[in-house]
């Protein structure tokens, strides 16, 4: 079973661009959760969509946004990036009950110059 | 609000000697808790977890972690550790039925020296 993939894995964006990034879900899994990982702040739980709808969403700005397609596809935006936005993004996928495990994929590597 | 808080940011150790990692939490409702670990550029794979029921959870990779609900701590435990063991830990909680988020805590290194 393949497990939780993101793309791009690295990335490097410029102050005041945007960015889109990306997280297909291990097979039959319909929640999708992003959290943000710095060494600041730790991890930081973003938002988590459930069957293309969101029912959590962590204290971000509205910079931060994300969405979810028919196929538990994800996909987050950032946008007006700031210097502080570098992170490493992290995408869970689960079967979407409260106590199921969330499985973690390696992460995007965001970089803001 | 809650929140999870792990006082080791760091904790050194020989091979094949025991380790605890300290987790404690806070919350007004009942919570549901879990050890994650971390490699070097790799995501989180789940070590355990407490929803319910036994108070000592069992896990992989030989960790275990007991539950304690007068000391709101979840602390986690190896007897022996192996060099393969050097990671970061966290800790963390989902708080009662209808939260589908998790707090983490701040993070452990374990750094296991042979």
């Known amino acids: 079973k393949a497990g939780v993939t993101q793309t791009p894995r690295y990335l490097i964006k410029t102050r005041g661009q945007q960015v889109t990034l990306s997280c297909s879900p291990i097979?039959?899994?319909?929640?999708v959760s992003w959290y943000q990982q710095t060494p600041g702040q730790g991890l930081q739980f973003l938002f988590e969509?459930?069957?293309?709808?969101?029912?959590n969403k962590g204290n971000f700005p509205g910079r931060f946004s994300g969405r979810q397609f028919s196929n538990s596809r994800s996909e987050m935006n950032v946008s007006t990036l700031e210097l502080g936005d570098s992170a490493l993004y992290l995408c869970a996928s689960s079967l979407g009950g409260t106590w199921d495990e969330q499985y973690f994929g390696p992460g995007t590597r965001l970089t803001v110059t | 609000a809650q929140s999870v808080t792990q006082l080791d940011s760091q904790v050194p150790v020989f091979e094949e000697a025991p380790v605890e990692l300290r987790c404690n939490y806070s919350s007004s409702v009942s919570v549901y808790l879990f050890w994650y670990v971390q490699y070097p550029n790799q995501g989180l794979q789940l070590l355990l977890k407490y929803l319910s029921g036994s108070t000592l959870v069992k896990g992989i990779n030989g960790f275990e972690a007991e539950f304690n609900k007068s000391q709101t701590s979840f602390h986690l435990r190896k007897p022996s550790v192996h060099i393969s063991d050097t990671a970061e830990y966290f800790c963390a909680v989902s708080e009662g039925d209808s939260s589908y988020k998790l707090i983490f805590g701040s993070g452990t290194r374990l750094l296991v020296r042979p």
């Open positions: 097979s039959g899994h319909r929640s």
């Open positions: 969509y459930f069957s293309e709808t969101q029912r």
